[in-house]
Protein backbone atom coordinates (compact mmCIF):
# COMPACT_ATOMS: atom_id res chain seq x y z
CA UNK A 1 0.00 0.00 0.00
CA UNK A 2 1.08 3.70 -0.51
CA UNK A 3 0.82 5.17 2.94
CA UNK A 4 0.44 8.36 3.65
CA UNK A 5 -0.24 9.16 7.24
CA UNK A 6 -0.42 13.13 7.12
CA UNK A 7 -3.05 13.64 10.21
CA UNK A 8 -0.16 12.53 13.08
CA UNK A 9 1.70 15.68 11.77
CA UNK A 10 -0.80 18.03 12.97
CA UNK A 11 -0.99 19.49 16.16
CA UNK A 12 -1.16 16.87 19.04
CA UNK A 13 -3.83 18.38 20.74
CA UNK A 14 -5.87 17.42 18.11
CA UNK A 15 -5.43 13.03 18.75
CA UNK A 16 -3.73 10.89 21.18
CA UNK A 17 -1.76 8.10 19.49
CA UNK A 18 -2.55 4.72 20.86
CA UNK A 19 -2.26 1.41 19.81
CA UNK A 20 -5.72 -0.42 19.76
CA UNK A 21 -6.68 -2.73 22.47
CA UNK A 22 -6.59 -6.79 21.73
CA UNK A 23 -9.42 -8.43 21.61
CA UNK A 24 -9.94 -12.05 22.44
CA UNK A 25 -9.83 -15.08 20.44
CA UNK A 26 -10.81 -13.22 16.69
CA UNK A 27 -12.28 -15.10 14.22
CA UNK A 28 -13.02 -14.14 10.42
CA UNK A 29 -16.11 -12.00 10.01
CA UNK A 30 -16.52 -10.95 6.28
CA UNK A 31 -13.23 -9.56 4.05
CA UNK A 32 -14.36 -7.24 1.11
CA UNK A 33 -12.09 -8.20 -1.60
CA UNK A 34 -13.34 -5.18 -3.89
CA UNK A 35 -12.09 -2.64 -1.35
CA UNK A 36 -8.21 -4.20 -0.50
CA UNK A 37 -7.52 -4.53 -4.04
CA UNK A 38 -8.66 -0.58 -4.43
CA UNK A 39 -6.34 -0.28 -1.54
CA UNK A 40 -2.94 -2.08 -2.36
CA UNK A 41 -3.97 -4.32 0.51
CA UNK A 42 -4.18 -7.64 -1.75
CA UNK A 43 -0.39 -6.87 -2.69
CA UNK A 44 1.41 -7.24 0.44
CA UNK A 45 1.05 -10.26 2.13
CA UNK A 46 1.89 -9.55 5.11
CA UNK A 47 -0.96 -7.67 5.27
CA UNK A 48 -3.14 -10.24 3.77
CA UNK A 49 -2.20 -13.26 6.04
CA UNK A 50 -2.77 -10.89 9.12
CA UNK A 51 -5.65 -9.26 8.67
CA UNK A 52 -7.74 -11.07 11.17
CA UNK A 53 -4.59 -9.98 13.91
CA UNK A 54 -4.51 -6.49 12.88
CA UNK A 55 -8.76 -5.54 12.92
CA UNK A 56 -7.95 -7.64 16.74
CA UNK A 57 -5.92 -5.20 17.27
CA UNK A 58 -2.63 -8.63 17.99
CA UNK A 59 -0.29 -7.22 15.38
CA UNK A 60 0.10 -3.75 14.15
CA UNK A 61 1.80 -3.78 10.84
CA UNK A 62 5.39 -0.62 11.22
CA UNK A 63 3.48 1.77 8.80
CA UNK A 64 0.10 1.95 10.48
CA UNK A 65 0.24 5.24 13.17
CA UNK A 66 -2.65 4.66 15.03
CA UNK A 67 -4.27 7.43 17.04
CA UNK A 68 -7.68 8.65 18.25
CA UNK A 69 -9.19 11.81 16.90
CA UNK A 70 -10.92 14.47 19.02
CA UNK A 71 -13.71 15.79 18.19
CA UNK A 72 -16.94 17.21 19.35
CA UNK A 73 -20.75 17.67 17.78
CA UNK A 74 -24.32 18.39 18.17
CA UNK A 75 -26.49 15.91 19.31
CA UNK A 76 -30.11 16.07 18.73
CA UNK A 77 -29.75 19.60 18.08
CA UNK A 78 -28.08 20.79 21.37
CA UNK A 79 -24.38 21.33 22.02
CA UNK A 80 -22.81 17.96 23.22
CA UNK A 81 -19.10 19.02 24.08
CA UNK A 82 -16.01 16.77 23.49
CA UNK A 83 -17.62 13.36 22.55
CA UNK A 84 -15.86 11.71 19.90
CA UNK A 85 -13.39 9.49 19.35
CA UNK A 86 -14.29 7.19 21.96
CA UNK A 87 -13.38 3.89 19.68
CA UNK A 88 -12.41 4.22 16.62
CA UNK A 89 -8.60 4.99 15.47
CA UNK A 90 -7.24 6.11 12.86
CA UNK A 91 -4.79 3.07 11.89
CA UNK A 92 -2.98 4.77 8.69
CA UNK A 93 -3.80 6.79 4.97
CA UNK A 94 -3.31 5.54 1.76
CA UNK A 95 -3.17 6.26 -1.46
CA UNK A 96 -5.62 3.70 -3.36
CA UNK A 97 -5.28 2.94 -6.59
CA UNK A 98 -7.50 5.35 -7.65
CA UNK A 99 -4.69 7.80 -6.78
CA UNK A 100 -7.42 9.04 -3.67
CA UNK A 101 -6.79 8.88 -0.12
CA UNK A 102 -8.33 6.65 1.98
CA UNK A 103 -8.54 6.97 5.74
CA UNK A 104 -8.40 2.91 7.49
CA UNK A 105 -9.79 3.43 10.53
CA UNK A 106 -10.54 0.45 13.40
CA UNK A 107 -14.16 0.78 15.21
CA UNK A 108 -14.42 -0.73 18.33
CA UNK A 109 -10.34 -1.24 18.81
CA UNK A 110 -10.99 -0.25 22.44
CA UNK A 111 -11.11 2.51 25.43
CA UNK A 112 -9.48 6.22 24.32
CA UNK A 113 -9.09 8.75 26.33
CA UNK A 114 -11.88 10.26 25.04
CA UNK A 115 -14.19 7.22 25.67
CA UNK A 116 -16.14 9.09 28.89
CA UNK A 117 -18.41 6.11 30.04
CA UNK A 118 -18.09 4.17 27.23
CA UNK A 119 -16.05 0.78 26.86
CA UNK A 120 -14.60 0.98 23.44
CA UNK A 121 -15.76 -1.45 21.88
CA UNK A 122 -18.57 -2.40 19.14
CA UNK A 123 -21.08 -5.28 19.11
CA UNK A 124 -21.17 -7.65 15.98
CA UNK A 125 -25.14 -6.73 15.07
CA UNK A 126 -23.94 -2.87 14.48
CA UNK A 127 -20.98 -3.90 12.74
CA UNK A 128 -22.46 -6.29 10.20
CA UNK A 129 -25.37 -3.26 9.45
CA UNK A 130 -22.40 -1.01 9.18
CA UNK A 131 -20.46 -2.93 6.84
CA UNK A 132 -23.41 -4.26 4.93
CA UNK A 133 -24.92 -0.46 4.47
CA UNK A 134 -21.44 0.63 3.32
CA UNK A 135 -20.70 -1.99 0.52
CA UNK A 136 -24.52 -1.14 -0.27
CA UNK A 137 -24.15 2.50 -0.80
CA UNK A 138 -20.97 2.13 -2.56
CA UNK A 139 -22.38 -0.27 -4.87
CA UNK A 140 -24.66 2.77 -5.92
CA UNK A 141 -22.23 5.03 -6.02
CA UNK A 142 -23.47 7.27 -3.04
CA UNK A 143 -20.64 8.94 -1.66
CA UNK A 144 -20.22 6.90 1.68
CA UNK A 145 -17.58 4.91 3.70
CA UNK A 146 -16.64 0.88 3.14
CA UNK A 147 -15.00 -1.80 4.83
CA UNK A 148 -12.06 -3.68 4.35
CA UNK A 149 -13.93 -6.58 6.59
CA UNK A 150 -14.46 -7.15 10.25
CA UNK A 151 -13.29 -9.64 12.84
CA UNK A 152 -15.68 -11.40 15.34
CA UNK A 153 -14.17 -12.00 18.81
CA UNK A 154 -14.27 -13.85 22.35
CA UNK A 155 -14.46 -10.38 24.07
CA UNK A 156 -18.16 -9.97 25.24
CA UNK A 157 -19.61 -6.53 25.12
CA UNK A 158 -22.21 -4.99 27.62
CA UNK A 159 -24.89 -3.50 25.84
CA UNK A 160 -29.01 -4.12 26.95
CA UNK A 161 -27.54 -7.10 26.61
CA UNK A 162 -24.12 -9.02 26.55
CA UNK A 163 -23.25 -9.76 22.95
CA UNK A 164 -20.50 -10.63 20.63
CA UNK A 165 -17.64 -7.59 20.55
CA UNK A 166 -16.47 -7.06 16.96
CA UNK A 167 -14.22 -4.87 15.03
CA UNK A 168 -14.61 -3.10 11.78
CA UNK A 169 -11.51 -1.60 9.33
CA UNK A 170 -13.86 1.28 7.89
CA UNK A 171 -12.63 3.40 4.89
CA UNK A 172 -13.33 6.42 4.07
CA UNK A 173 -11.83 9.87 2.43
CA UNK A 174 -11.69 11.26 5.47
CA UNK A 175 -12.88 10.59 9.14
CA UNK A 176 -13.39 14.19 9.40
CA UNK A 177 -16.59 15.22 10.43
CA UNK A 178 -18.23 18.62 11.17
CA UNK A 179 -17.38 17.84 14.76
CA UNK A 180 -13.92 18.50 14.01
CA UNK A 181 -14.63 22.01 13.41
CA UNK A 182 -17.00 22.49 16.89
CA UNK A 183 -14.09 21.01 18.85
CA UNK A 184 -11.57 23.05 17.83
CA UNK A 185 -13.95 26.20 18.34
CA UNK A 186 -14.35 25.32 21.56
CA UNK A 187 -10.85 24.03 22.85
CA UNK A 188 -8.45 24.80 20.38
CA UNK A 189 -9.32 28.15 18.32
CA UNK A 190 -5.57 28.96 17.69
CA UNK A 191 -5.58 25.67 15.69
CA UNK A 192 -8.58 26.66 12.98
CA UNK A 193 -6.46 28.33 10.47
CA UNK A 194 -4.03 25.47 10.22
CA UNK A 195 -6.74 23.22 10.35
CA UNK A 196 -8.80 24.48 7.47
CA UNK A 197 -5.40 24.28 5.08
CA UNK A 198 -5.36 20.86 5.95
CA UNK A 199 -8.82 19.71 5.25
CA UNK A 200 -8.25 21.83 1.55
CA UNK A 201 -5.30 20.06 1.15
CA UNK A 202 -5.96 16.38 1.93
CA UNK A 203 -9.89 16.71 0.85
CA UNK A 204 -10.36 19.74 -1.81
CA UNK A 205 -7.25 20.49 -3.47
CA UNK A 206 -9.40 21.83 -6.33
CA UNK A 207 -10.25 24.77 -4.10
CA UNK A 208 -6.40 25.54 -4.36
CA UNK A 209 -7.64 27.01 -7.71
CA UNK A 210 -9.59 29.57 -6.48
CA UNK A 211 -8.88 32.83 -5.83
CA UNK A 212 -10.62 32.39 -2.07
CA UNK A 213 -9.77 28.90 -1.47
CA UNK A 214 -11.31 29.04 2.08
CA UNK A 215 -14.71 30.13 0.45
CA UNK A 216 -14.18 27.66 -2.19
CA UNK A 217 -14.03 24.68 0.34
CA UNK A 218 -17.28 25.65 2.28
CA UNK A 219 -19.27 26.41 -0.38
CA UNK A 220 -17.84 22.72 -1.75
CA UNK A 221 -18.26 20.87 1.79
CA UNK A 222 -22.46 22.33 1.33
CA UNK A 223 -22.28 21.34 -2.51
CA UNK A 224 -21.50 17.98 -1.34
CA UNK A 225 -23.58 17.22 1.69
CA UNK A 226 -26.48 18.73 -0.52
CA UNK A 227 -25.96 15.95 -3.19
CA UNK A 228 -25.53 13.15 -0.55
CA UNK A 229 -28.68 13.76 1.29
CA UNK A 230 -30.50 14.16 -1.94
CA UNK A 231 -29.00 10.26 -2.62
CA UNK A 232 -30.39 9.14 0.11
CA UNK A 233 -33.74 10.78 -0.40
CA UNK A 234 -34.14 8.75 -3.16
CA UNK A 235 -32.93 5.69 -2.30
CA UNK A 236 -35.45 5.95 0.67
CA UNK A 237 -32.36 6.32 3.06
CA UNK A 238 -32.55 7.10 6.49
CA UNK A 239 -29.66 7.99 8.53
CA UNK A 240 -31.39 8.15 11.47
CA UNK A 241 -28.17 10.01 14.04
CA UNK A 242 -27.96 13.04 11.12
CA UNK A 243 -25.80 14.47 14.43
CA UNK A 244 -23.12 16.90 13.64
CA UNK A 245 -20.33 14.57 14.56
CA UNK A 246 -21.82 12.13 12.69
CA UNK A 247 -21.52 14.13 9.41
CA UNK A 248 -18.19 13.51 7.40
CA UNK A 249 -17.05 17.15 5.53
CA UNK A 250 -16.43 15.48 2.63
CA UNK A 251 -20.08 14.94 1.58
CA UNK A 252 -20.16 10.97 2.51
CA UNK A 253 -22.26 9.10 4.38
CA UNK A 254 -20.55 8.36 7.72
CA UNK A 255 -21.43 6.68 11.09
CA UNK A 256 -24.18 3.88 10.23
CA UNK A 257 -26.17 3.28 13.53
CA UNK A 258 -30.20 2.98 13.23
CA UNK A 259 -30.47 3.18 9.56
CA UNK A 260 -32.49 2.15 7.61
CA UNK A 261 -34.11 1.48 4.02
CA UNK A 262 -37.96 3.27 3.50
CA UNK A 263 -40.26 0.07 2.88
CA UNK A 264 -43.61 1.15 2.56
CA UNK A 265 -43.76 4.83 2.02
CA UNK A 266 -44.30 7.35 5.02
CA UNK A 267 -42.02 9.93 4.35
CA UNK A 268 -42.46 10.54 8.32
CA UNK A 269 -41.16 7.26 9.15
CA UNK A 270 -38.32 7.34 12.32
CA UNK A 271 -35.74 4.29 12.29
CA UNK A 272 -34.03 5.64 15.71
CA UNK A 273 -35.74 4.14 18.49
CA UNK A 274 -34.66 7.13 20.37
CA UNK A 275 -35.60 10.12 17.94
CA UNK A 276 -38.51 10.76 20.16
CA UNK A 277 -39.34 13.71 18.23
CA UNK A 278 -38.82 12.32 15.42
CA UNK A 279 -35.84 15.14 14.49
CA UNK A 280 -34.19 12.92 12.20
CA UNK A 281 -37.26 11.25 10.25
CA UNK A 282 -36.46 10.80 6.40
CA UNK A 283 -39.17 13.79 5.34
CA UNK A 284 -36.78 15.65 7.96
CA UNK A 285 -32.72 15.31 6.60
CA UNK A 286 -32.87 17.44 4.09
CA UNK A 287 -33.53 20.52 6.43
CA UNK A 288 -31.67 19.22 9.12
CA UNK A 289 -28.39 18.73 6.94
CA UNK A 290 -29.14 22.86 6.08
CA UNK A 291 -29.85 23.30 10.23
CA UNK A 292 -26.05 21.56 10.41
CA UNK A 293 -24.29 23.47 7.94
CA UNK A 294 -25.96 26.98 9.26
CA UNK A 295 -24.33 25.82 12.72
CA UNK A 296 -21.05 24.93 11.36
CA UNK A 297 -20.52 27.75 8.86
CA UNK A 298 -19.88 30.41 11.41
CA UNK A 299 -17.00 28.96 13.23
CA UNK A 300 -15.06 29.98 10.22
CA UNK A 301 -16.15 33.87 11.26
CA UNK A 302 -12.30 33.88 12.53
CA UNK A 303 -10.16 33.55 9.13
CA UNK A 304 -11.03 37.16 7.77
CA UNK A 305 -7.63 37.25 6.43
CA UNK A 306 -9.02 34.07 4.09
CA UNK A 307 -11.80 36.41 3.13
CA UNK A 308 -14.36 34.83 5.43
CA UNK A 309 -17.40 37.64 6.18
CA UNK A 310 -20.81 36.82 7.45
CA UNK A 311 -21.90 37.81 3.94
CA UNK A 312 -19.84 35.31 2.19
CA UNK A 313 -20.84 32.57 4.65
CA UNK A 314 -24.74 33.25 3.88
CA UNK A 315 -23.89 33.14 0.11
CA UNK A 316 -22.36 29.61 0.64
CA UNK A 317 -24.58 27.96 2.63
CA UNK A 318 -27.49 29.81 0.08
CA UNK A 319 -26.49 27.24 -2.78
CA UNK A 320 -27.57 23.99 -0.12
CA UNK A 321 -31.58 24.44 -1.47
CA UNK A 322 -31.16 24.43 -4.90
CA UNK A 323 -28.48 22.09 -5.28
CA UNK A 324 -30.64 19.78 -2.88
CA UNK A 325 -33.73 20.32 -5.63
CA UNK A 326 -31.81 19.87 -8.99
CA UNK A 327 -30.58 16.59 -7.85
CA UNK A 328 -33.40 15.60 -6.44
CA UNK A 329 -35.50 16.13 -8.91
CA UNK A 330 -33.48 15.22 -11.76
CA UNK A 331 -33.11 11.51 -9.85
CA UNK A 332 -36.82 11.41 -9.75
CA UNK A 333 -37.10 11.84 -12.96
CA UNK A 334 -34.67 9.26 -14.02
CA UNK A 335 -36.24 6.82 -11.31
CA UNK A 336 -39.44 7.41 -13.98
CA UNK A 337 -37.33 7.09 -17.02
CA UNK A 338 -38.16 10.66 -17.87
CA UNK A 339 -36.21 13.41 -19.34
CA UNK A 340 -36.37 16.42 -16.40
CA UNK A 341 -39.05 18.50 -17.26
CA UNK A 342 -42.35 19.88 -14.87
CA UNK A 343 -44.75 16.86 -16.37
CA UNK A 344 -42.04 14.42 -15.68
CA UNK A 345 -42.12 15.55 -12.26
CA UNK A 346 -45.89 16.31 -11.31
CA UNK A 347 -46.46 12.38 -12.65
CA UNK A 348 -43.05 11.83 -9.81
CA UNK A 349 -44.55 13.95 -6.85
CA UNK A 350 -48.20 12.38 -7.22
CA UNK A 351 -46.54 8.71 -7.54
CA UNK A 352 -44.95 9.23 -4.61
CA UNK A 353 -48.35 10.48 -3.06
CA UNK A 354 -50.12 7.72 -4.21
CA UNK A 355 -46.96 5.22 -2.67
CA UNK A 356 -48.15 7.44 0.53
CA UNK A 357 -51.62 7.42 0.52
CA UNK A 358 -51.40 3.26 0.33
CA UNK A 359 -48.38 2.71 2.08
CA UNK A 360 -46.50 0.81 -1.09
CA UNK A 361 -43.45 -0.54 -0.69
CA UNK A 362 -40.78 2.26 -2.16
CA UNK A 363 -38.69 0.54 -3.62
CA UNK A 364 -40.74 -2.56 -5.53
CA UNK A 365 -42.85 -0.17 -7.06
CA UNK A 366 -40.89 2.01 -8.58
CA UNK A 367 -39.18 -1.02 -9.95
CA UNK A 368 -42.82 -2.14 -11.04
CA UNK A 369 -42.46 0.78 -13.64
CA UNK A 370 -40.64 -1.46 -16.41
CA UNK A 371 -43.24 -3.93 -16.37
CA UNK A 372 -45.50 -0.73 -17.70
CA UNK A 373 -43.44 -0.19 -20.76
CA UNK A 374 -42.20 -3.95 -21.66
CA UNK A 375 -44.27 -6.34 -19.23
CA UNK A 376 -42.64 -9.33 -21.95
CA UNK A 377 -39.17 -9.27 -21.32
CA UNK A 378 -39.75 -8.12 -17.57
CA UNK A 379 -41.54 -10.74 -15.88
CA UNK A 380 -40.32 -10.19 -11.93
CA UNK A 381 -41.45 -6.78 -12.40
CA UNK A 382 -44.44 -7.51 -14.35
CA UNK A 383 -45.37 -9.76 -10.47
CA UNK A 384 -44.45 -6.45 -8.89
CA UNK A 385 -46.83 -4.48 -10.84
CA UNK A 386 -49.76 -6.95 -9.81
CA UNK A 387 -48.80 -6.57 -6.45
CA UNK A 388 -48.98 -3.07 -6.45
CA UNK A 389 -52.38 -3.00 -8.07
CA UNK A 390 -53.46 -5.77 -6.04
CA UNK A 391 -52.88 -3.13 -3.01
CA UNK A 392 -55.39 -0.65 -4.45
CA UNK A 393 -58.59 -0.44 -3.79
CA UNK A 394 -61.61 2.07 -4.71
CA UNK A 395 -60.84 5.90 -5.25
CA UNK A 396 -56.96 4.69 -5.31
CA UNK A 397 -57.62 2.43 -8.21
CA UNK A 398 -59.20 4.89 -10.23
CA UNK A 399 -56.28 7.59 -9.12
CA UNK A 400 -54.08 5.17 -10.11
CA UNK A 401 -55.62 4.59 -13.41
CA UNK A 402 -55.38 8.03 -14.41
CA UNK A 403 -51.60 8.39 -13.53
CA UNK A 404 -50.98 5.12 -15.77
CA UNK A 405 -52.51 7.12 -18.81
CA UNK A 406 -50.86 10.62 -17.87
CA UNK A 407 -47.48 8.28 -17.52
CA UNK A 408 -47.82 6.43 -21.11
CA UNK A 409 -48.52 9.66 -22.39
CA UNK A 410 -45.51 10.63 -21.12
CA UNK A 411 -43.31 7.87 -22.09
CA UNK A 412 -44.37 8.24 -25.75
CA UNK A 413 -42.08 11.14 -26.19
CA UNK A 414 -39.18 9.25 -25.01
CA UNK A 415 -37.04 5.99 -27.21
CA UNK A 416 -38.09 3.56 -25.46
CA UNK A 417 -34.65 1.59 -24.85
CA UNK A 418 -33.95 4.98 -23.05
CA UNK A 419 -36.56 4.76 -20.84
CA UNK A 420 -36.03 1.15 -19.93
CA UNK A 421 -32.45 1.82 -19.30
CA UNK A 422 -33.27 4.45 -17.29
CA UNK A 423 -35.34 2.74 -15.39
CA UNK A 424 -33.46 -0.47 -14.60
CA UNK A 425 -30.43 1.21 -13.84
CA UNK A 426 -31.89 3.69 -11.31
CA UNK A 427 -34.59 1.71 -9.69
CA UNK A 428 -33.48 -1.20 -6.80
CA UNK A 429 -34.08 -4.73 -7.45
CA UNK A 430 -32.75 -5.18 -3.75
CA UNK A 431 -32.18 -2.83 -0.87
CA UNK A 432 -31.00 -3.50 2.46
CA UNK A 433 -34.07 -4.22 4.44
CA UNK A 434 -33.90 -4.11 8.08
CA UNK A 435 -35.05 -7.63 8.32
CA UNK A 436 -32.55 -9.00 6.18
CA UNK A 437 -29.87 -6.95 8.06
CA UNK A 438 -31.36 -9.00 10.92
CA UNK A 439 -31.50 -12.45 9.39
CA UNK A 440 -27.92 -12.38 8.90
CA UNK A 441 -27.28 -10.99 12.16
CA UNK A 442 -28.98 -13.66 13.59
CA UNK A 443 -26.73 -16.23 11.85
CA UNK A 444 -23.57 -14.38 12.57
CA UNK A 445 -24.35 -14.54 16.61
CA UNK A 446 -24.52 -17.92 16.03
CA UNK A 447 -21.29 -18.28 14.08
CA UNK A 448 -22.49 -18.62 10.83
CA UNK A 449 -21.79 -15.74 8.57
CA UNK A 450 -22.71 -17.78 5.17
CA UNK A 451 -25.44 -15.13 5.10
CA UNK A 452 -23.58 -12.23 5.38
CA UNK A 453 -21.66 -13.19 2.28
CA UNK A 454 -25.09 -13.64 0.47
CA UNK A 455 -26.89 -10.77 1.52
CA UNK A 456 -23.12 -8.70 0.36
CA UNK A 457 -23.90 -10.81 -2.92
CA UNK A 458 -26.99 -9.65 -3.55
CA UNK A 459 -26.04 -6.04 -2.59
CA UNK A 460 -23.10 -6.00 -4.97
CA UNK A 461 -25.30 -6.24 -7.99
CA UNK A 462 -28.76 -4.54 -6.64
CA UNK A 463 -30.18 -3.42 -10.02
CA UNK A 464 -30.47 -7.55 -11.20
CA UNK A 465 -32.87 -9.83 -10.31
CA UNK A 466 -30.13 -12.73 -8.71
CA UNK A 467 -30.65 -16.79 -8.75
CA UNK A 468 -29.66 -16.38 -4.81
CA UNK A 469 -32.19 -14.54 -3.99
CA UNK A 470 -34.85 -15.85 -1.89
CA UNK A 471 -38.60 -14.11 -1.32
CA UNK A 472 -37.83 -12.44 1.75
CA UNK A 473 -35.44 -10.05 0.13
CA UNK A 474 -37.61 -8.17 -1.82
CA UNK A 475 -41.13 -8.65 0.49
CA UNK A 476 -42.33 -5.75 1.84
CA UNK A 477 -43.46 -5.88 5.38
CA UNK A 478 -47.55 -6.65 5.52
CA UNK A 479 -49.31 -3.32 5.14
CA UNK A 480 -50.67 -2.93 8.87
CA UNK A 481 -46.91 -4.04 10.04
CA UNK A 482 -44.83 -1.12 11.65
CA UNK A 483 -41.23 -0.74 10.44
CA UNK A 484 -39.45 -1.42 13.97
CA UNK A 485 -37.09 0.95 14.82
CA UNK A 486 -33.53 0.16 15.59
CA UNK A 487 -31.85 0.35 18.66
CA UNK A 488 -29.39 3.20 19.12
CA UNK A 489 -26.74 1.19 21.21
CA UNK A 490 -23.98 -0.42 19.33
P1 LIG B 1 -22.53 7.79 17.94
O1 LIG B 1 -23.81 8.35 18.48
O2 LIG B 1 -22.52 6.31 17.79
O3 LIG B 1 -22.08 8.50 16.73
O4 LIG B 1 -21.45 8.04 19.08
C1 LIG B 1 -20.96 9.30 19.40
C2 LIG B 1 -19.55 9.17 19.94
O5 LIG B 1 -19.57 8.44 21.15
C3 LIG B 1 -18.62 8.46 19.00
O6 LIG B 1 -17.82 9.37 18.33
C4 LIG B 1 -17.78 7.57 19.85
O7 LIG B 1 -16.50 8.09 19.98
C5 LIG B 1 -18.46 7.58 21.20
N1 LIG B 1 -18.89 6.23 21.52
C6 LIG B 1 -19.98 5.57 21.06
N2 LIG B 1 -20.03 4.33 21.59
C7 LIG B 1 -18.95 4.21 22.39
C8 LIG B 1 -18.43 3.17 23.20
N3 LIG B 1 -19.03 1.98 23.31
N4 LIG B 1 -17.28 3.41 23.88
C9 LIG B 1 -16.66 4.59 23.79
N5 LIG B 1 -17.10 5.60 23.05
C10 LIG B 1 -18.21 5.42 22.35
MG1 LIG C 1 -20.74 8.67 15.46
Known sequence: MRYQNTYVNLDPRLYNRQPPVPLNNPRVGHFNTQVAEQLGWTEDSDLMTRWVDILAGHYLPAEFEPLAMAYAGHQFGQWAGQLGDGRGLLMAQVIDNNDKRQDLHLKGCGLTPYSRMGDGRAVLRSTIREYLCGHALNQLDIPSSNALGFVVTDTPVRRERVEAGAALMRVADTHIRL????????????????????????????????????????????????????????????HGVMNTDNLSITGSTLDFGPFGFMERFNPAWINNHSDHSGRYAYQNQPAIGHWNLNVWLPHFMRLTQAGVTRESLDDCLSVYEPT?????????????GLPH?????????????????????????????????????????????????????????????????????????????????????????YV??????????????????????????????????QAIAVDSDSTAPAPNAVQQPISCSS
Not at 343 to 350: G, K, P, T, V
Not at 408 to 420: E, G, I, N
Not at 438 to 463: C, K, S
Request: proline content about 3%.
Open 324 to 336: FMQHYQQGLCRKL
Open 179 to 238: GHIEWIASFAPDLLSEFTDYMIDSCYPECRDSEQPVLAFLQSVVERNARMIADWQLIGFA
Open 341 to 429: ESESLRLAFEFLTLLEDNLLDYTNSFRALLAIVDAVNYPYEQQLLTTLIAELTGEALSVWQQWHKRYLLQLQQVDKQQVLTALQNNNLV
Open 432 to 465: LRNSMAQRAIDAAEQGEFAEVERVYQLLANPYQV
